[in-house]
């Protein structure tokens, strides 16, 4: 199981550095990875979703600059925190996991800005949080609710047809 998620953060981190730059809209692109991240928290628990976070936000610190291990960090406390969530709350709704998913992109954007600001981020919160933060916010709930109404049709298709 453990490798099954590694690959599934591996793949969320291919596909955007390959695929999602040409979603782009505005220059504001969705976060296919920590989507993933989050969704795998609320179905497998809070030990899941740090893992994938972690694997997931290192390959993105590898493969896009900066500081390494300020995206494993933030990625990794916020599968984490999502995965508490299905004891705590009825996430099973997809009415919850929407909000809940552009809740967590905003607190993952302010986590990584307070730690960038260890190291002197030239960047206002202000700005961070108008320009990338929500936008990518909201992009992220849009995809978010398509990846779980594909998901919800996969389970529906299944129990009408064995072979599938």
């Known amino acids: 199981m453990r490798l099954s998620l590694l690959l599934m953060a591996f793949g969320g981190s291919l596909a955007q550095s390959s695929v999602v730059p040409s979603w782009s809209v ?44 300020v995206q494993a960090l933030s990625r990794a406390l916020a599968g984490f925190a ?47 949080l108008v320009r990338v933060i929500l936008p990518q916010a909201l992009y992220n709930g849009f995809l978010g609710a398509a990846c779980v109404l594909a998901v919800e049709l996969a389970h529906m298709l299944r129990g009408r047809h064995t072979w599938i």
């Open 26 to 69: 505005g220059g504001v692109t969705p976060d296919l990875p920590f989507i993933l991240t989050a969704l795998i928290a609320l179905r497998r628990g809070p030990e899941a979703g740090c893992l994938v976070g972690f694997a997931a936000g290192l390959l993105q610190d590898a493969t896009g600059g900066g500081l390494l291990g």
């Open 82 to 128: 999502m995965g508490l969530l299905p004891g705590r709350l009825w996430v099973g709704h997809p009415l919850v996991q929407i909000p809940g998913l552009v809740l967590l992109t905003v607190a993952e954007g302010l986590v990584r800005f307070g730690l960038l600001q260890l190291f002197h981020f030239p960047a206002s919160i202000g700005e961070l």
